[in-house]
């Protein structure tokens, strides 16, 4: 069942990639698993995604724990995140994809040194829409973000994250995503900031044909929460 919604999926990507003129491969679906029992995840598994995506730091050490067996498996933590729970994701992520101020950088990137990481990838959250409800930095802070990520050691500055404003109509999500690929160009472009991750179940489609090369995909692979 959750091996015909990801294949689904996967061809929504395929379908919107080819509108793009962009390869599939290009763009990274990271399956959205939070509050899906650690079950569904390991079907997941079993029908090849590798990439899931995480909004609450005990339940991401809990599923990451009871699927250690998992070969592959790349956690991406895509929730708000606080400076006091850095040290639980930092041993076990592939990526941050919420970092949005100095300060959360900084503890990030000693946290990983700790823990023995290197390269621990990080997309930095851009509010995209200024929606004060909104976590994110201002794109007028994020230069200094960015700055904040390159200077540690352990972390790899891998491109922008943003979330717009939820819309019935998925094409008014566009104007936002479009804004991030802006932004990406504004602060050094592609080679710098080769992630944009950016589209969710009802938005993907928008969200490739203006760049993304992550979407986060919960509700069309695991059903409703
Ligand atoms: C929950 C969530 C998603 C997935 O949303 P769906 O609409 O279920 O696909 C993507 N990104 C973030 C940051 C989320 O919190």
Same mark, same amino acid.
């Given at each position: 069942? *959750?091996?015909?919604?990801?294949?689904?999926?996967? /061809?929504?990507? *395929?379908?919107?990639?080819?509108?793009?003129?962009?390869?599939?491969?290009? *763009?990274?679906?990271?399956?959205?698993?939070?509050?899906? #029992?650690? $079950?569904?995840?390991?079907?997941?598994?079993?029908?090849?995604?590798?990439?899931?995506?995480?909004?609450?730091?005990?339940?991401? !050490?809990?599923?990451?724990?009871?699927?250690?067996?998992?070969?592959?498996?790349?956690?991406?933590?895509?929730?708000?995140? /606080?400076?006091?729970?850095?040290?639980?994701?930092?041993?076990?992520?592939?990526?941050?994809?919420?970092?949005?101020? *100095?300060?959360?950088?900084? $503890?990030?990137? =000693?946290?990983? =040194?700790?823990?023995?990481?290197? +390269?621990?990838?990080?997309?930095?959250?851009?509010?995209?829409?200024?929606?004060?409800?909104? !976590?994110?930095?201002?794109?007028?802070?994020?230069? !200094?973000?960015? %700055?904040?990520?390159?200077?540690?050691?352990?972390? %790899?500055?891998?491109?922008?994250?943003?979330?717009?404003?939820?819309?019935?109509?998925?094409?008014?999500?566009? #104007?936002?995503?479009?804004?991030?690929?802006?932004?990406?160009?504004?602060? +050094?472009?592609?080679?710098?900031? #080769?992630?944009?991750?950016?589209?969710?179940?009802?938005?993907?489609?928008?969200?490739?044909?203006?760049?993304?090369?992550?979407?986060?995909?919960?509700?069309?692979?695991?059903?409703?929460?």
């Amino acid at each position: 069942m *959750i091996a015909d919604r990801l294949a689904l999926v996967r /061809q929504r990507i *395929i379908d919107a990639a080819a509108a793009a003129a962009r390869r599939p491969e290009d *763009i990274c679906l990271v399956a959205v698993s939070k509050t899906k #029992p650690a $079950e569904m995840v390991r079907e997941a598994h079993a029908a090849g995604q590798r990439d899931f995506g995480e909004n609450y730091v005990q339940e991401l !050490s809990a599923k990451a724990e009871a699927l250690r067996d998992l070969e592959g498996l790349r956690w991406h933590m895509i929730g708000h995140l /606080q400076r006091n729970k850095v040290r639980w994701v930092a041993p076990v992520v592939h990526s941050v994809q919420t970092v949005d101020s *100095i300060r959360l950088a900084e $503890e990030l990137g =000693q946290r990983a =040194q700790v823990a023995g990481r290197s +390269g621990l990838r990080v997309l930095v959250e851009v509010n995209v829409s200024g929606e004060p409800s909104k !976590s994110g930095c201002a794109p007028d802070e994020l230069g !200094s973000v960015l %700055e904040a990520v390159a200077a540690e050691p352990a972390l %790899e500055l891998a491109g922008l994250m943003t979330m717009p404003p939820y819309t019935d109509d998925p094409a008014e999500a566009r #104007p936002f995503f479009e804004q991030l690929l802006r932004l990406r160009d504004a602060h +050094g472009g592609r080679a710098r900031l #080769p992630e944009l991750s950016m589209g969710m179940s009802h938005d993907l489609e928008h969200a490739v044909l203006a760049g993304a090369t992550m979407v986060r995909v919960g509700t069309a692979v695991f059903g409703e929460r």
